[in-house]
Each structure stands twice: as C-alpha cells, then as structure tokens.
C-alpha cells in the first residue's frame, strides 16, 4: 500500500509538474496570456464547440494592451491576433505562410478533400478550378432557380400563416427548410421538397451535420486539439462524418452524374459545373476531378450554405421585427426597385437593393457564422515589429466576433445599425474590421451565393408581410452551444402579418 502512495503521489507531482510546462509556453515565448488554471487549464471555460466564451475572455482582458495573446486549449497552445493590421498580414500580406485552416491529419473521409479543409498544397489547384463556378455570371445563372425555390418559400410561409390564428411563426426552421430546398437545387440538381416536407432525407442530414448527438463539446474539441485521437476514435468506427451520410452523398452525385451525362442533361447548377471539371483534363492529361473528390465539394457547398444562409435570415428578420423603422426603409426600397423592373424580382434589380445589402452585412457583422477564423503557420513567421516569431505548426485564431462588437471599431456595437455599412463609413474603417466572409485568398468562395439566396428570401418575405415581436419571441437569441456555427440555440418565433 505504501509503495502505491508513493507512486500515485510521483505520478500526481510529475503531471503538475508537465501541466506547468506546457502552460509556460506563451511566457516563455515573451507573449501574454491569459491566466491559466494549472491543473485543468481551459476546460471549464470552453462550453461550447465554437470557442467564443473563451474568446471574449482573451479580449476583454487584453484588448487595447497586446496584438498578440496566447492561451490554450486543454495543453495545445493558440494564438489569438487582437491586431487589425496582424490579421492583414496573416490573412493577405503573408498568406503563404498561413495557407492551412486545421493541422494536418491522416485523412478519414472522402468528404474531408473539401476546398474548406484541404491544406495549401492542395488547396490551391482546387480553388483555381473552383473559383470560375462562382463568377457573378454563374450566379446569374442560378438565379432563376433561386426565385422558383422563394416562390414556393413564399406559398409554404402562407399557408402556415393561414393555420396559425395568431399570427406567430417559427422561422429558424422554415429558413432552414428554404436554403436546404435552394442547395438541393443548385448543388444536387434534385428537388428536395423540404417546403413541403421537412422530414425528408436532406433536411434530415443537415440536421446531423449541425447538430450531432454522439460527441459531446469537450470531447469534439479535443479530438480536433490532438489529431490523433482520430486513429483511436477510428478503432471504434467513429468518424467526422457518419459513413451513411458519406455513402449518401456519393451514391446521390455518382447517380445524378450518369443520369445527366446518358441523357446529356444540362442545368444552370454547381454540379453542371463540376461535371464540367471533370470532363476536362488537368496538364498531365488526367481528369480534372473525379466523382469522390466532386462529392466532397458538393457536401461543403451544402453544408456551409444551407444552414448559415438560414440563420442570417433569421437574425436578419428578427432584428428588423425589433427595428420596425428599419424594416420600413427596406420594404420601401424593396417596392421602389421592384417597380422600376415591372413588378419583376430580377438578378439585376436584387443588386440595386443597396439598403438590402447592408441591413445583411449588419446581421452578418452581429451574427456572423463563425467565432473566429483559424489558421495554421506553415513555417516559422516573425511577428512585425517584435522579436517573437510563431512556431511552424502554431494554431491562430482570429476573433471575428469579437472584433465586430469592438466599441472602438464600431459605436453602441449591441444596436443594429445597416448605415454602418454605407460606403463612406466602410471606408473610415480598417478593412479588416468586418470578417463576416473571412478575407484574403482563403475566404468564403462561396459568398456571392450566399448573399444571392439571403437577399432573394428576404425580398420575397418582405414585400408580402410585416414582421414584428410576439409574446414568444426572445429579447436577445440565444446562440447554440452545440452547433459548429453560430445558430440559434432555441425556436425563433415572430409575429407576421400579410400586406
């Protein structure tokens, strides 16, 4: 028993000792950081997936006194960029240095050869063949099926009306089910119906995507922190993304493919476009991308735009039911550029809509998809105008979030003010004050389509009916602790009124 003592008690004295080594990292390195709890570090205070209690923690302490402040996730050192002009240099200046999202692991998934995940070597290739199916022309081109999809956005929303004698609407889920129906469209070519249907299979594996139920936060964040707890996890047959999921998609594009190519199918979609990539040849006379590598960019067009296009249209509404003045003006422009085309939703009208632009850039900067952007140092990188220079392989993330509510950039930061994004004003600001998209080489590709269905769902919505509170909607949305992105934790109810 007593030899037992004594090893417990070596045990316990070398894992203090090893946890007050690892949390010296930033001091050793001449960097502040914040202040750690040696035994259990930081894991009491991440309690949620997306980091951002931890983030806020960072930059109420240090905002305005460092550029530069470390901290750690379980023992894994991150960098947190606090500095305008550092994160220009990170995410433009000196991008080849930061070409990676994530630390490189061995590859799990089919999907993870995805333009989001991929790292620089093969990042690169794939965003030059992928850049020309996100033109301003291609969006044109998709446009119509986006305004067939709000046509039936704008019956389903009617007729739910129609069976609720108060007037009060859960909109989370029905701009959940219209962005779901709007990628089936435009990235599978199928319709998926969720309108009409809200159990059906798509809308079923957005769910899983967004909300999985086998991991808990802090088990998820560390098997991204330490990579190799996929090899454990792998023994046990669990993965990122489920196998029927992965199956499903494959088997949906493998299909659609044969179906188009046998019947020489053509359609003003993403798919059109990949199969397009993949009757082409690269420069060593090879296809250019083959069906797996297809589907997993297929899964990250509808994985990241189906549930962040829905949630920016909810905030968006529910801001504008909270600012009814707002919601005027835009309704006001909505009618007068509508006139001017005949009555007509055009692609050409929606880019007129200026006011409708920057009432989505507002929500985008009060809301944005994610707490922060993450970047990894490809190489050793020397910080300007300071002698501490980041390891090759430093984890860094930027606190998108948090920069967007900083009082200093943008005033009373809580109130939702579109005029913030007037073009004079933008241009008083530093350009990286707003990151709703990201910025530099890797930012969202995905943006012109991301903004094309948001202002077409919003114009449908607001030139038919009046949006204000009810009795159940919140004062301020919650935001999910279990979502990778940042989407409302609870029901989003409002009172809608048709014009």
């Known amino acids: 028993m007593d030899i037992i003592l004594v090893l417990c008690s070596t045990l316990i004295v070398l894992l203090i000792s090893y946890l007050r080594y690892k949390y010296q990292y930033w001091q050793q390195l001449g960097v502040p950081q914040l202040k750690m709890n040696f035994i259990f570090g930081n894991l009491f205070r991440?309690?949620?997936?997306?980091?951002?209690?931890?983030?806020?923690?960072?930059?109420?302490?240090?905002?305005?006194?460092?550029?530069?402040?470390?901290?750690?996730?379980?023992?894994?050192?991150?960098?947190?960029?606090?500095?305008?002009?550092?994160?220009?240099?990170?995410?433009?200046?000196?991008?080849?240095?930061?070409?990676?999202?994530?630390?490189?692991?061995?590859?799990?998934?089919?999907?993870?050869?995805?333009?989001?995940?991929v790292h620089g070597d093969q990042w690169r290739p794939l965003r030059t063949k992928l850049t020309p199916t996100f033109t301003s022309?291609?969006?044109?081109?998709?446009?119509?099926?986006?305004?067939?999809?709000?046509?039936?956005?704008d019956a389903a929303f009617g007729s739910q009306l129609s069976n609720t004698p108060s007037g009060d609407v859960e909109l989370h889920d029905l701009m959940g089910r219209f962005t779901t129906d709007v990628i089936g469209h435009c990235a599978f070519g199928v319709e998926c119906n969720s309108l009409k249907n809200p159990n059906v299979a798509f809308r079923r594996i957005g769910h899983r995507i967004f909300y999985p139920r086998y991991l808990s936060i802090r088990l998820r964040t560390f098997m991204v922190t330490y990579p190799a707890m996929f090899k454990f996890l792998k023994f046990f047959n669990v993965k990122q993304t489920p196998k029927d999921i992965e199956d499903f998609i494959v088997q949906l594009v493998r299909d659609t493919v044969r179906l188009r190519e046998e019947q020489n199918i053509q359609r003003n979609d993403f798919l059109n476009m990949l199969i397009e990539l993949k009757n082409s040849k690269d420069l060593k006379g090879l296809p250019a991308m083959g069906i797996e590598e297809m589907a997993a960019q297929v899964f990250v067009f509808f994985a990241a735009g189906f549930e962040t296009s829905s949630s920016n249209m909810t905030y968006g509404l529910f801001e504008l039911a909270k600012n009814p003045q707002i919601q005027e003006k835009l309704r006001s422009e909505i009618f007068s550029v509508l006139e001017k085309h005949n009555g007509e939703l055009s692609y050409e009208a929606m880019m007129e809509m200026q006011y409708l632009d920057q009432v989505i850039t507002e929500t985008l900067r009060k809301y944005p998809a994610l707490a922060a952007l993450t970047r990894v140092s490809v190489d050793d990188y020397k910080i300007p105008g300071t002698n501490i220079?980041?390891?090759?392989?430093?984890?860094?993330?930027?606190?998108?979030?948090?920069?967007?509510?900083?009082?200093?950039i943008y005033e009373d930061p809580k109130e939702f003010r579109p005029e913030r994004f007037n073009p004079e004003e933008v241009q008083k600001r530093h350009p990286q004050a707003f990151l709703g998209f990201g910025d530099?080489?890797?930012?969202?590709?995905?943006?012109?389509?991301?903004?094309?269905?948001?202002?077409?769902?919003?114009?449908?919505?607001?030139?038919?009916?009046?949006?204000?509170?009810?009795?159940?909607?919140?004062?301020e949305l919650e935001i999910s602790k279990y979502s990778i992105v940042l989407v409302p934790q609870a029901k989003v109810w409002m009172k809608a009124k048709r014009l």
Do not use: W
Not at 396 to 402: L, Q, S, T
């Open 46 to 117: 991440i309690k949620t997936i997306h980091k951002a209690e931890l983030f806020h923690e960072v930059c109420r302490e240090f905002r305005g006194n460092a550029n530069l402040v470390g901290t750690y996730i379980f023992t894994q050192p991150i960098a947190v960029v606090l500095d305008l002009d550092l994160i220009k240099s990170i995410l433009i200046k000196d991008f080849n240095k930061f070409t990676d999202r994530f630390v490189k692991r061995k590859i799990d998934s089919v999907f993870t050869h995805n333009l989001f995940r």
């Open 137 to 153: 022309a291609k969006m044109k081109f998709m446009f119509p099926t986006v305004v067939i999809v709000a046509n039936q956005l």
């Open 389 to 408: 220079t980041l390891e090759k392989g430093t984890r860094i993330h930027i606190p998108a979030k948090e920069i967007h509510y900083d009082p200093e």
């Open 440 to 475: 530099g080489p890797r930012n969202c590709i995905g943006l012109r389509f991301g903004r094309m269905q948001v202002r077409v769902g919003l114009i449908t919505l607001l030139k038919s009916y009046r949006f204000s509170l009810s009795e159940k909607t919140p004062t």
